[in-house]
C-alpha cells in the first residue's frame, strides 16, 4: 500500500521512471498540452469537468510523491493585458501547497514563450492535463533527488 497521496497508476509509472531534473508539467484547461511538449514525455488527461481538477490538486499530490529542487510558473508577458493585474491568484495557492508540504522553494515564472520551450526539453517525461481554469495556472516542476 503506498503511503502518499499520489494513487493514478500510470503517474506512479511514469514517475518511477523518472530521474534527478527530470521535469512534470501540470497543466491548466487552456495549455495546447498535445502539441507543447517534450519528445519523450508522456500526456495523462485528468480534466474530468471544468475544473476538476485543477493544477492546485495534482501540485499537492506530486509533492507528497516525489522529491522536487523547483517549481515554475508560466510567467506573463509585459504587453499581456493581464500582466497590468499583477500575479495570477492560483500562484499565492501554489505557495500555500508547497507550504504545507514542507518544502522551501520559490515559485520562479518563465515568460510564457520560454516556458514552452523548457516544455519541449528531452528532460521533460510526463503533462498532467488538468480542467483547471484559472489563468496563468501552468507550473513546471523539475525533479530532484531522493535522499536518506
Not at 522536487?68 to 501554489?94: F, H, K, L, N
Not at 481554469?133 to 507550473?139: D, E, G, K, M, R
Request: charged share 15%; proline share 7%; hydrophobic share 45%.
Amino acid at each position: 500500500m503506498l503511503k502518499h497521496q499520489l494513487l493514478h497508476p500510470k503517474l506512479n509509472e511514469v514517475l518511477a521512471r523518472a530521474g534527478h531534473h527530470s521535469v512534470v508539467l501540470i497543466a491548466d484547461g487552456n495549455y495546447p498540452a498535445w502539441t507543447k511538449r517534450g519528445p519523450n514525455a508522456e500526456l495523462v488527461s485528468m480534466n474530468l469537468s471544468p475544473g476538476v481538477i485543477s493544477c492546485a490538486q495534482a501540485l499537492e499530490a506530486l509533492l507528497s510523491a516525489i522529491p522536487v529542487d523547483r517549481v515554475q510558473t508560466m510567467g506573463i508577458p509585459p504587453e499581456d493585458s493581464y500582466a497590468q493585474q499583477g500575479e495570477p491568484p492560483v500562484w499565492d495557492t501554489y505557495r500555500s501547497v508547497i507550504a504545507r508540504s514542507g518544502l522551501n522553494l520559490a515559485l520562479e515564472p518563465i515568460l510564457k514563450w520560454d516556458f514552452y520551450k523548457a516544455v519541449e526539453s528531452p528532460d521533460h517525461i510526463l503533462t498532467i492535463q488538468t480542467a483547471d481554469q484559472s489563468l496563468w495556472a501552468n507550473i513546471l516542476l523539475t525533479i530532484g533527488c531522493r535522499t536518506a
